[in-house]
């Protein structure tokens, strides 16, 4: 899906790790949520509360998730799930757009 219809987007921007990381959120008619945000290159860790899935929209990184048995490599076009309660680890190669969408279980 190259765009959404009939949202909700939220002006202020998240804002994490001195401005490297950034995001918008979109809020659907359901009340799901997405975040649409650049990554700039670096090493960052998050946590999460609900279940996300990462898609890649462009650009280069290295994913370390929770339990997994090593980095995994992922570029534009491809996606990534997150466990709910969870901390993963991303190399940034270079400038990564992505979206995130949030699944409540």
Request: charged share 30%; hydrophobic share 35%.
């Amino acid at each position: 899906m190259s765009e959404f219809k009939d949202v909700t987007i939220i002006k202020e921007a998240s804002i994490y790790f001195d401005g490297k990381v950034s995001s918008r959120t979109v809020v659907f008619p359901d009340d799901s949520r997405k975040t649409l945000g650049i990554m700039l290159p670096g090493e960052y860790e998050f946590n999460t509360d609900d279940k996300e899935i990462m898609e890649i929209i462009s650009g280069d990184l290295d994913v370390l998730l929770t339990d997994s048995e090593g980095w995994k490599t992922i570029t534009g076009g491809e996606l990534f799930e997150v466990a709910a309660k969870s901390t993963f680890n991303l190399k940034v190669k270079k400038i990564t757009d992505y979206c995130c969408s949030y699944i409540k279980e």
